[in-house]
């Protein structure tokens, strides 16, 4: 009887002890989106509700006349449009990009290693840095986009100041600077794919376009459902570019400005943090309908191991 009580006992302090270890190796990751992430998101619901007093002090309760300002304002209109028209001009094509690119450095190619950190090096550059280069090779009268297309004999364009393509051109920013990212997270999935299923197909005929769309793509799915939600996250919420690349002044500002960009100047220009913070709801409240969409849908494309 105290051998089974000791063995008891073993087990039990065995138990608590990796209890007590795997609580707290993710003890910081949730203490950190506790504090960054949870709480602000309610105290941004709270504040919400007021409205900045003079100098930023005394806030006011004004119920939902935050709100009701809001879907009166055509300028958030304008930037639920531009945040969404960036979106679909920016992931689609940055996650096909980024697939064919992962598909041809997973197999056999001399010097992956250097293709790779080429890919890569914009998403570790300091955005600030990036615009300011993508800002002078738009630049309208020095900058050597229109440098090469007057050498081609045709007209410069102004890439920035016309609003038919402003957001083109912050589009091609973000998916210049976000393709090696994605391309590295693709390029893990398919190193995750047994190689049997390949040598298999070789043996039965299968060419490579073949075993691309019935084993590549459908066992890289998992990874490419990861993507594609992080990268719509990472889009809905663009403001460094289009705040460093066109200004309020801008003719082409309307065109572009996002939800997060408008909330920047209502919050912090404007110091009215309580009509920003109701914008940021909103975009809240769009990322998590997108979110739940897309999780219902991946049960009929994602196929997992």
Do not use: H
């Amino acid at each position: 009887m105290r051998s089974k009580k000791t063995t008891k006992m073993k087990i039990s302090v065995k138990t608590w002890s990796e209890w007590c270890w795997g609580w707290g190796m993710i003890f910081p990751t949730i203490a950190g989106l506790i504090i960054l992430n949870i709480i602000p998101i309610f105290e941004t619901f709270y504040l919400s509700f007021f409205k900045s007093g003079a100098f930023g002090k005394g806030n006011i309760f004004v119920g939902l006349e935050n709100y009701k300002k809001m879907f009166q304002d055509a300028q958030v209109w304008y930037a639920v449009r531009n945040t969404l028209g960036y979106t679909c001009l920016v992931v689609p094509v940055t996650v096909i990009i980024a697939l064919l690119l992962a598909v041809a450095l997973n197999g056999k190619m001399k010097g992956k290693g250097i293709y790779r950190t080429i890919y890569f090096i914009p998403m570790v550059a300091a955005p600030a840095a990036v615009t300011m280069v993508w800002k002078w090779l738009y630049n309208n009268q020095y900058g050597l986009i229109n440098y090469l297309l007057n050498k081609l004999g045709m007209d410069a364009v102004n890439w920035i100041d016309n609003p038919n393509i402003a957001l083109l051109s912050v589009s091609i920013i973000g998916i210049w600077s976000t393709i090696g990212y994605s391309m590295v997270l693709l390029l893990a999935g398919l190193q995750e794919i047994p190689r049997d299923y390949y040598e298999a197909s070789d043996i039965d005929g299968a060419s490579g376009i073949c075993q691309f769309f019935n084993i590549t793509l459908p066992l890289v799915s998992p990874t490419l459902f990861f993507v594609l939600v992080t990268s719509i996250i990472t889009s809905m919420q663009v403001f460094d570019v289009i705040y460093m690349m066109i200004s309020v002044t801008n003719p082409s500002y309307d065109s572009t400005v996002s939800l997060v960009y408008l909330f920047y100047n209502n919050s912090f220009k404007y110091s009215n943090k309580g009509y920003g913070s109701a914008i940021v709801m909103l975009l809240l409240l769009i990322i998590m309908l997108i979110t739940v969409v897309q999780t219902e849908l991946q049960k009929k494309w994602v196929n997992y191991m």
